[in-house]
């Protein structure tokens, strides 16, 4: 069994590396040292917020991240179902769809943008200032490819006026999960970092079930060519809704405490050690970064594979019912809204490496199995095959948030941890259903598209592996 170094800390006294004056305040369960000084905090070392602000908070980081996601996702529906007929009209439908998810990996290319920015920003500026920008954009991008003109109207213009939005898109996600995550964590009183941290990570699943009703009553009270010509376009406009969130965490959630006590070190020390968290995080944690992405890579090229690539994949291809595919989606995420905080309750217990290293090696082992029982075509065993990779990426995902965080200080954790996770982002899923795609074509068998989801467990395990031996080490 892997070892766990996130749970050899015992409760007591911790004494920072770079601290000139021994300090004692209590270690929380799943803390460590994973790289070189300075070491990982603790993510508490202020005094605990009111009851009702942690309530608050977490309310506002779930549902940030959850309209955010909404967003994102409606755009990777759309990309299997419409978006290549419309923007990019072609000899073949295969090429459409190709095209159609190259601009939907262009959103995952700008994701490192976001994070870098924002990351930066929420460092030197504060957690929620970004949080507020990252949803702004996020509602004016979706809001945007809700009212563009395809392809028949304006031409050559209408493909390269949704890239860019795509990649408005991307920059805002990129620039969300590190601020959302940061509020909930940052916030979380003792021994409950991981269920805080699983609050954001909600947002997935919601997004997810979101998209997908929405989708399913605009396609029940359209017809096929209703659908196409402007039904479509309904799930996008739901994004103005982002907006009126945006104002109230703006008007109505404070800065993190974690946040207000990094600012009082960073006015301690000297202006040129710490001006810049991006250029600290590239000097001295860029391996700690690196290794975040790849531990995290198979569950965003997984979850992407099953949520985009397979329902273009099982309507194209094997001919099943667009309404049906978008029903068993919908329910498999509403399973997750139950296991992601149910994982980091468990690893709030036993520590995050232990349930985060069991997801990656059932992802890798379930890789065959999925793609035999999709291809027999049948809706039942369609959701019996992504219902289990489910479990094993909720098991993943609902610790990640709480591990990502507890890698870096206070004053380097937005830039660090939204850096590892969008990393995963531009290297699992956003290239993921391109990539299932060409696979497909180019070897005829769904068993390549396992191959590539087992290379990146391989991939996932080492990553983990490392991260385990730097922390037991220290």
């Not at 309904?234 to 969130?245: D, E, K, M, Q, T």
């Not at 970064?289 to 099982?314: E, P, R």
Request: with cysteine; net charge positive.
């Amino acid at each position: 069994m892997l070892h766990d170094p996130l749970t050899t800390i015992p409760s007591g006294q911790y004494v920072p590396r770079n601290s000139h004056h021994p300090r004692s305040v209590p270690a929380p369960t799943g803390v460590c040292s994973m790289d070189t000084a300075p070491s990982a905090e603790p993510l508490t070392t202020t005094a605990p917020a009111p009851g009702s602000s942690r309530r608050r908070v977490a309310t506002a980081a779930a549902l940030a991240s959850a309209v955010e996601w909404y967003d994102y996702f409606v755009f990777g529906i759309a990309a299997a179902l419409v978006l290549g007929d419309l923007y990019f009209p072609a000899g073949s439908p295969t090429a459409g769809v190709l095209a159609s998810f190259a601009t939907f990996a262009v959103g995952f290319l700008a994701r490192p943008l976001g994070g870098i920015v924002a990351g930066h920003l929420g460092d030197k500026r504060g957690r929620k200032p970004m949080l507020v920008l990252a949803l702004t954009l996020m509602g004016l991008a979706t809001t945007g490819i809700g009212l563009l003109p395809t392809y028949d109207t304006i031409g050559v213009a209408a493909p390269i006026l949704l890239v860019a939005l795509r990649v408005v898109q991307g920059i805002a996600v990129g620039a969300q999960w590190g601020g959302a995550m940061l509020l909930a964590t940052e916030y979380a009183p003792e021994g409950k970092r991981g269920v805080y941290g699983s609050f954001v990570q909600l947002g997935v699943p919601i997004g997810v079930v979101t998209a997908n009703t929405v989708f399913l009553l605009a396609g029940a009270f359209t017809t096929d060519a209703a659908f196409a010509a402007w039904g479509w376009r309904v799930p996008f406009l739901v994004g103005l809704f982002v907006l009126a969130l945006a104002w109230y965490i703006h008007t109505r959630v404070e800065e993190t405490p974690e946040f207000r006590e990094a600012e009082k070190k960073l006015a301690e020390q000297e202006k040129a050690e710490q001006s810049s968290p991006l250029r600290t995080i590239l000097r001295g944690h860029l391996g700690t970064v690196l290794l975040a992405g790849g531990s995290f890579a198979v569950n965003t090229a997984t979850f992407y594979i099953i949520i985009t690539g397979v329902l273009d994949y099982t309507t194209r291809e094997l001919g099943m019912k667009k309404s049906a595919v978008l029903m068993v989606s919908l329910c498999v995420s509403l399973t997750q809204l139950v296991l992601i905080p149910a994982a980091a309750a468990l690893s709030d217990r036993i520590g995050r490496i232990r349930i985060y290293a069991l997801g990656a090696v059932g992802i890798g082992l379930w890789a065959v199995p999925l793609f035999l029982l999709i291809d027999t075509g049948s809706l039942l065993w369609l959701a019996v095959g992504t219902f289990v990779a489910s479990c094993f990426l909720s098991i993943m995902y609902g610790p990640q948030a709480a591990l990502f965080a507890e890698l870096f200080t206070a004053e380097m954790r937005y830039t660090g941890a939204s850096l590892g996770y969008q990393i995963a982002a531009v290297l699992g899923g956003g290239l993921a259903p391109f990539i299932m795609v060409l696979l497909l074509e180019a070897t005829g068998t769904s068993m390549a598209v396992s191959g590539y989801i087992i290379g990146l467990a391989v991939i996932a395990l080492l990553s983990i592996k490392v991260l385990a031996d730097r922390a037991r080490s220290r």
